[in-house]
């Protein structure tokens, strides 16, 4: 059997050709949402900036209007943002649904009689193809969050280090056995997944055998 790795980059290309502009729009929301935050955090610091100068009377009240200008957009775009996604990924699941799926359907359709012998080829292919357009969105789920993360930390750390350096620096330090740490338990999780699936995919033949229709005369034969 062939054995291929789809990767991050395979993940977005099935995404991207099952529906380009849907998946184009879920990139851009995520970069521009995941810059929000830092883009607040420098209107508010203008925003006190500003008020505190109006109040000494170094400047007039009328300054003020575009850092609340921009601190309104700000927030209106971050409460919008989520039900925007939302939406978005639903399309993008119905896509999935309609030609994803299919294609899985019509592959493992097409399987050579030597891999549905294969225990491990058929474990492989459980794991992968149950609830295929599922996995996949909660693929791209992850690792859009994972993207707007590392954005969000850069942005925040940015302004952090600016102002104290040696605050970023620790941040930095301590966050990388964290990022170790979690490696190491998805390592894990995936581990135990792998071997769940081979006890279901039994468990699921053999529940079939007892309960299905299609095995009447053998529990009749042998029962």
Same mark, same amino acid.
């Given at each position: 059997?062939? !054995?291929? !790795?789809?990767?991050?980059?395979?993940?977005?290309?099935?995404?991207?050709?099952?529906?380009?502009?849907?998946?184009?729009?879920?990139? /851009?929301?995520?970069?521009? *949402? *995941?810059?929000?935050?830092?883009?607040?955090?420098?209107?508010?610091?203008?925003?006190?900036?500003?008020?505190?100068?109006?109040?000494?009377?170094?400047?007039?009240?009328?300054?003020?209007?575009? =850092? /609340?200008?921009?601190?309104?957009?700000?927030?209106?775009?971050? +409460?919008?943002?989520?039900?925007? @996604? *939302? @939406?978005?990924?639903?399309?993008?699941?119905?896509?999935?649904?309609?030609?994803?799926?299919?294609?899985?359907?019509?592959?493992?359709?097409?399987?050579?009689?030597?891999?549905?012998?294969?225990?491990?080829?058929?474990?492989?292919?459980?794991?992968?193809? !149950?609830?295929?357009?599922?996995?996949?969105?909660? /693929?791209?789920?992850?690792?859009?969050?994972?993207?707007?993360?590392?954005?969000?930390?850069?942005? /925040?750390?940015?302004?952090?280090?600016?102002?104290?350096? +040696?605050?970023?620096?620790?941040?930095?330090?301590?966050?990388?056995?964290?990022?170790?740490? =979690?490696?190491? =338990?998805?390592?894990?999780?995936?581990?135990?997944?792998?071997?769940?699936?081979?006890?279901?995919?039994?468990?699921?033949?053999? =529940?079939?055998?007892?309960?299905?229709?299609?095995?009447?005369?053998?529990?009749?034969?042998?029962?």
């Amino acid at each position: 059997m062939l !054995k291929t !790795k789809i990767g991050i980059v395979g993940c977005l290309r099935i995404s991207f050709s099952v529906a380009p502009v849907i998946s184009f729009l879920i990139c /851009i929301l995520t970069l521009t *949402a *995941a810059l929000a935050p830092t883009f607040q955090i420098q209107a508010v610091a203008r925003f006190i900036d500003d008020t505190i100068q109006v109040v000494q009377g170094a400047i007039p009240l009328g300054h003020t209007a575009v =850092s /609340i200008v921009i601190l309104l957009l700000l927030i209106f775009y971050q +409460w919008m943002v989520q039900p925007l @996604m *939302a @939406m978005l990924w639903l399309r993008l699941k119905e896509r999935m649904i309609e030609t994803y799926r299919s294609q899985i359907v019509a592959r493992r359709a097409e399987l050579r009689y030597q891999y549905v012998e294969d225990g491990k080829a058929m474990d492989t292919m459980t794991r992968v193809t !149950k609830d295929a357009e599922n996995q996949m969105i909660k /693929i791209l789920q992850t690792l859009c969050q994972s993207v707007s993360l590392i954005m969000r930390v850069i942005g /925040i750390l940015y302004i952090i280090m600016l102002h104290a350096w +040696w605050v970023g620096l620790i941040l930095i330090v301590v966050s990388v056995p964290l990022l170790y740490l =979690s490696k190491k =338990s998805g390592d894990a999780q995936y581990k135990v997944q792998q071997e769940n699936t081979k006890h279901e995919r039994k468990y699921n033949y053999l =529940s079939e055998v007892l309960r299905g229709r299609d095995a009447v005369q053998e529990r009749a034969l042998f029962g």
